[in-house]
């Protein structure tokens, strides 16, 4: 297999496609295969969802009522061999491993939800950040089993992690965010989306929420660049009410 200069990785909240913007199944598309990722993990997305040239795998139908069975709250598009992982103690509805044949090594890619803030309040069995904060120490957990399972495997997680990390903006929790980056101090996990995307040069007008952490051992071969865009076209047409975001590792 030929080692390639650079290694794309990208995730997007696709906002429900099933249920939501319906009518925009082709500019999805077209804005998908715009910033050309090896590795793409998709959130809130479409189990049927099919991307020229990728295979896939996805998490469980969500268990929650008003899904429909073809939604997935996670999903791991790859345009190099793939095959699931499973984790012996993380919900199957909101988290989807895949072990990646990539040309710099096996990789493994975990993409997931973090639930959000507000899970459980309104019928009072949560505070704010409750729930969020539990999912956090989950995903910890599941980060450090694969850790432990494939000691000598490069690991990306990223997804809808549903906290800003940049010390700005209101969605954000400061226990939260301490836990989130103890998770990825305790398997070696680098974020490289934790910076305040609204102020110059990027200017984007909501802070980003959807995050990328890349494991020490391939950063410490690779330059990385990213890129974020609002989830809207060049046309101006809104596809998703989330930022994407785009990983550039340049090797060597």
């Known amino acids: 297999m030929t080692i390639p200069a650079a290694f794309r990785i990208a995730t997007w909240n696709l906002d429900r496609p099933v249920i939501r913007r319906k009518s925009r199944t082709n500019e999805r598309l077209a804005e998908l295969q715009r910033h050309d990722a090896d590795v793409w993990i998709l959130t809130e997305t479409d189990r049927e969802l099919e991307l020229p040239g990728y295979t896939m795998v996805a998490t469980r139908r969500p268990d929650h009522p008003g899904y429909a069975d073809r939604e997935a709250y996670a999903a791991v598009h790859s345009r190099w061999p793939m095959r699931p992982v499973e984790l012996t103690a993380f919900d199957p509805c909101f988290g989807v ?67 800003a990390l940049a010390d700005a903006g209101r969605y954000r929790d400061k226990q939260a965010t301490a836990l989130l980056r103890a998770a990825f101090d305790g398997t070696n996990l680098r974020c490289l989306t934790d910076d305040d995307f609204t102020m110059p040069p990027v200017r984007l007008s909501r802070h980003s929420i959807d995050h990328i952490a890349v494991s020490e051992t391939l950063l410490a071969k690779s330059t990385p660049n990213v890129h974020v865009w609002e989830g809207v076209t060049p046309a101006g047409v809104s596809l998703s009410d989330h930022n994407g975001v785009v990983v550039s590792l340049t090797i060597g």
Do not use: M
Not at 123 to 147: C, F, I, M, N, Q
């Open 97 to 163: 491993c895949a072990l990646i044949e990539s040309p710099f090594g096996p990789l493994l890619v975990h993409g997931s939800i973090i639930t959000y803030h507000n899970d459980g309040v309104a019928d009072g069995k949560a505070k704010p950040w409750e729930r969020h904060r539990e999912s956090v120490r989950e995903h910890g957990k599941a980060w450090r089993e694969l850790r432990s399972r494939f000691p000598n495997h490069h690991l990306i997680v990223g997804g809808d992690f549903n906290q």
